[in-house]
Structures are given as C-alpha cells and as structure tokens.
C-alpha cells in the first residue's frame, strides 16, 4: 500500500517539479543568483578595498619613518651646526678679547714710555737748571745765561745713553 506506486501520483509530483523548477529556473534563479554575485562582488571589492588601504597605509607609514629619520638626521645636523658655531663664536671672543688685552698692555707700554721719556726730559732741564745755577754761583764768572745752559746742554748730551736707563 504504503509501497505501491500510483502512476498518477508520481506522473503528477514530476509535472509539479518540472513546473516548479521552471518557475524557480524563470523567476527566483536569476534573482538568487544575481544576488549571490552582487554580494561576491561585494566582498570582493572589499577585500580590495582593505587591501589597498592596508597597502596605502603601509606606504604612509614607510613615508612616515623615512620622514622622522630625516627630520632626526636634520636636527642632529641643525644641533652639531649649533654647537660649532657656538664653539666658533667662543674662540673669536677669546681670540678678539687677548686681541684687546695685547692692544691695552702696548698702550700702557707706550704710555709708559711717553712719561719716562717725558719725566727723564723734564729731569734733565732741572738738573741743567741746576748745573747752571751751581756753575754760575761757583764760578762767578761773567758767562751769561746763554752760554752756561749751552755748556750744560753739550755736557749732559755728552752722558751716554745707558746712563740715563739706570
């Protein structure tokens, strides 16, 4: 019973299934499939999509490293630059500051000299004013003013020059 097959029944059930499959086949198949591949394609172009930006990004961060290495390899330059021409600076003061310290100790020795020469001509009027008014009250001889500061000028000019250092 349960076993026996009824021609019209199964006849039936194929037609249904032949029609239903057409249907299926006509309407719901190309919507499903065209479905299917709209999403294929959208995970597709995704996938894309995350890897180009995961490309990209990899790309930007390379770009990023080499920035910051050459911004690093900038600052050391800019930082030994400084240092140098802090150093350069410091040696030209140095050198600009013995340069006026030698000018200042040729000026006083100058100036030093000026006044010894200055204090040995005044010295040498005294002692001929001196020479010629001992001579004069010594003597008492009738020589003039003239004369005896003549006499004292060529004795003192006789004195040699080493006498005068001393």
């Known amino acids: 019973m349960l076993l026996d097959p009824h021609y019209g029944t199964i006849i039936w059930t194929i037609v249904t299934f032949i029609l239903a499959y057409s249907i299926l086949a006509k309407f719901a198949w190309p919507q499903l499939l065209g479905a299917l591949e709209e999403r294929e394609d959208r995970i597709r172009e995704a996938l894309e999509g995350a890897e180009k930006a995961r490309d990209s990004a990899e790309t930007a961060l390379e770009e990023h490293r080499s920035k910051l290495a050459e911004a690093e390899s900038e600052a050391r330059q800019i930082v030994a630059q400084s240092r ?73 000019d006789g004195i040699p020059e080493n006498a005068q250092h001393n």
Request: aromatic share 0%; glycine share 2%; hydrophobic share 40%.
């Open 84 to 156: 140098e021409a802090a150093e350069k600076v410091h040696q030209e003061v140095v050198a600009k500051a013995r340069e006026e310290a030698q000018g200042m100790i040729e000026q006083a020795r100058q100036s030093i000299e000026r006044e010894k020469n200055a204090a040995i001509s005044q010295l040498r009027r005294e002692m001929a004013d001196l020479a010629v008014q001992a001579a004069s009250e010594l003597v008492n001889a009738n020589l003039d003013d003239d004369k005896n500061r003549k006499l004292v000028d060529e004795l003192i």
